[in-house]
């Protein structure tokens, strides 16, 4: 190299002074600076726009055929084996040489200040709140650092263990994840996928900020860890630590074991979540969705406690039956004729009860025209719900066996929004027809 050419390879750092290749003046460690992804709002560490979730380019993972954003042939699921961890000896299956519990630390959320155990400065409640995304797939609005919903991110698998059809997320359906284990602290056999049971990780602790005593697994209590937040998808302020609000939590969903349309937040309706249990309180098997049967649970309550809700029960729905009265009460003998008049009208088995067509929470009025005979079991099925929300089989068969159901059923096909009448008034010129023509 002549001595008036100068070497282009030998240049330092503008800032450290350290060699730095051509063509840049600052080398890649001082180029390193906090900065928010101009997509997702994140912030993170780097000489880019883009974080690194947001950069990754969309591409098949090769062994699944699962969609994923990254720069690797295989999606994380796939590359997860099973390992030991180098610190606590158990067995778990990762990508990394040390298990999820082992890396969790007590840590003080960097955004509200809440004490949570985990890896990233910030809690579970305020780690997604980087920005609001709009689904891939379904155009849903959601929080969180990936390209489609929750929703739509559960895809129909079958269980590598049993064999079992189901939708969501893991390679094991939810029976098989709950394995028969040994707490590592009182060594008292439970079910679950946890390394304690239930009464190891709830101790009894005080609040560090309203000190209170109560019991749980992670600091504060449930009622200091409630803030004042809005919706993000009605817009409305409310107090908690989600990101919706109750009723927009509660949405028209389609089960996705029986297909039947039921409001809720969960993928299954809760007939389909109840499964065979062993009640924690008394041994007894039983179907259900709870850890404890039902008549554990009452013992359970203080006293004077199931007295009190029943006489509330009670009370409420005495008030919206005498609201809900057209020409006065409905006489008891009218009562039992309807009840005696036929079997039940949505099943065809014997009538035990009487049910209200439209429920009375729902607009429904004490008539006999909104009157018809049923079973127990479908009494307490229906509970307050429609008939466009209920089980269309059973809807159905009603609406082949009593005139009542079928007009109440056209009445809400009718309307624009059938879920969404007056909670208390409801249609009054639908009622004022029937109750005519009765």
């Known amino acids: 190299m002549d001595e008036g050419t100068p070497d282009k390879t030998q240049r330092e750092c503008s800032q450290c002074g350290k060699p730095c290749p051509p063509p840049h003046r600052v080398c890649r460690p001082c180029r390193q600076i906090k900065r928010a992804c101009i997509e997702c709002g994140k912030m993170f560490k780097g000489d880019k726009r883009r974080c690194g979730a947001c950069s990754a380019p969309e591409r098949n993972c090769t062994e699944c055929g699962r969609r994923f954003k990254g720069n690797m042939r295989l999606c994380k699921r796939c590359r997860a084996t099973d390992r030991i961890c180098t610190q606590c000896g158990a067995t778990f299956k990762g990508d990394q040489r040390t298990c999820q519990a082992c ?27 980087y920005g609001t995304r709009t689904c891939t797939e379904c155009g849903r609005q959601f929080r969180g650092t990936t390209m489609a919903c929750p929703v739509c991110r559960a895809t129909d698998r ?21 394995l028969k284990r040994e707490c590592a ?12 049971c239930r009464a190891c990780r709830v101790a009894e602790r005080e ?40 009723t927009c939590q509660m949405i028209e969903r389609q089960c996705t074991e029986c297909g039947r349309t039921f409001r809720g937040n969960m993928r299954r309706c809760r007939s389909c979540q109840a499964i065979e249990r062993d009640c924690d309180g008394c041994g007894r098997t039983y179907r259900g969705v709870y850890r404890y049967c039902q008549a554990c649970w009452r013992v359970a309550l203080p006293p004077g406690e199931w007295e009190a809700r029943a006489r509330s029960y009670g009370n409420s729905r005495r008030a919206r039956k005498e609201a809900a009265q057209v020409v006065g009460p409905v006489p008891p003998e009218v009562y039992a004729a309807i009840k005696a008049s036929g079997p039940c009208v949505y099943c065809g088995a014997e009538a035990t009860t009487v049910d209200h067509v439209r429920p009375l929470s729902r607009g429904g009025w004490e008539h006999e025209s909104n009157l018809v005979p049923a079973c127990l079991s479908c009494n307490c099925s229906k509970n307050d719900s429609l008939l466009t929300a209920w089980r269309p089989d059973r809807v159905a068969y009603a609406v082949a066996h009593s005139a009542k159901v079928e007009a109440e059923y056209i009445r809400l096909l009718s309307l624009d929004d059938p879920g969404g009448e007056d909670m208390k008034g409801g249609d009054r010129d639908g009622r004022g027809e029937s109750a005519a023509a009765a």
């Open 103 to 129: 890396l969790s630390i007590e840590r003080i959320c960097v955004d509200c200040e809440r004490s949570f155990k985990g890896r990233s400065p910030r809690c579970a409640s305020c780690k997604p709140s």
């Open 158 to 178: 079958t269980c590598k263990d049993c064999g079992q059809e189901f939708k969501g997320t893991q390679n094991q359906c939810s029976p098989c994840l709950q």
């Open 185 to 196: 602290e009182c060594g008292t056999q439970f079910k679950g996928t946890n390394r304690l």
């Open 207 to 246: 609040c560090n900020q309203c000190g209170s005593t109560f019991k749980d697994a992670q600091q504060p209590c449930p009622a200091c860890r409630k803030s004042d937040r809005t919706c993000i998808d009605c817009g409305k302020a409310f107090r908690g630590h989600t990101h919706r609000c109750y």
